[in-house]
């Protein structure tokens, strides 16, 4: 079976195009300002529209009021990706729009953290945890162990992120079975900035894995 891509973070018409040619199977678009990598919803518009039909807008948030989410959803969005709630609250949000839901993972402890999600998100994403004080929960390029994910057993389909590039993705999906993958810094060239040739590189390693 092949395996499926997300490229989130994407900010530019180009490198969104870069995304849908090399055959993503997702964009993510950040509504989160502190952010390199936050929207506003014109600049969201814009890109949802451009992209096909076919490649889904995952909008990435973190413990989001209401108005946001709307605000945001009515931009193009086709699910949302939630850092930072709880199941009580994806299950709320789940009712206007389809719901992944980030678990923070460094230990097996934290692996945890996905089964109350059950009935309350349609996909858990793991990523990997970020320190307390960093700026972002996601988005830095870190990586958990891999081998956690080995001895897991899925609430729900799942995809795997964290510190992910054209040069690790192969073994990642190697070691945990993941069917689905996402990254951001892994294909840019600073905090922010998008590389085309990466998002090609990235995109063609999950195609031959
Ligand atoms: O990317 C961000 O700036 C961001 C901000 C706030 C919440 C989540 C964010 N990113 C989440 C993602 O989906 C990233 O793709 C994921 O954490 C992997 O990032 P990376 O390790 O840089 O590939």
Sequence with gaps: MSVTAKICGLSTPGTLDAAVQGGAKQ????FFPPSPRNLGFDQA???????????EKIGVFVDPDDVLLAAAIATGLDAVQLHKVTPERAAVIRRRIPVWAAVAVK?????????P?????DRILYDAKTPDDA??????????DWTLLQR???????ALSGGLDSSNVAEAIRITGAGAVD??????SAPG???VDKIAAFLKAVAIS
Aim: net charge positive; charged share 15%; hydrophobic share 55%.
């Design 27 to 30: 964009v993510g678009f950040v």
């Design 45 to 55: 518009r814009a890109l949802a529209v451009r992209a096909p039909a076919y490649v």
């Design 107 to 115: 230990t097996a402890v934290d692996l945890g953290a996905a089964a």
């Design 117 to 121: 999600f059950a009935g309350a998100a």
């Design 135 to 144: 700026a972002l929960p996601g988005g830095m390029g870190l990586r958990f």
């Design 152 to 158: 897991h057993r899925h609430p729900l389909p799942w």
């Design 183 to 188: 990254v951001s810094s892994g294909v840019e």
């Design 193 to 195: 900035v998008k590389d």
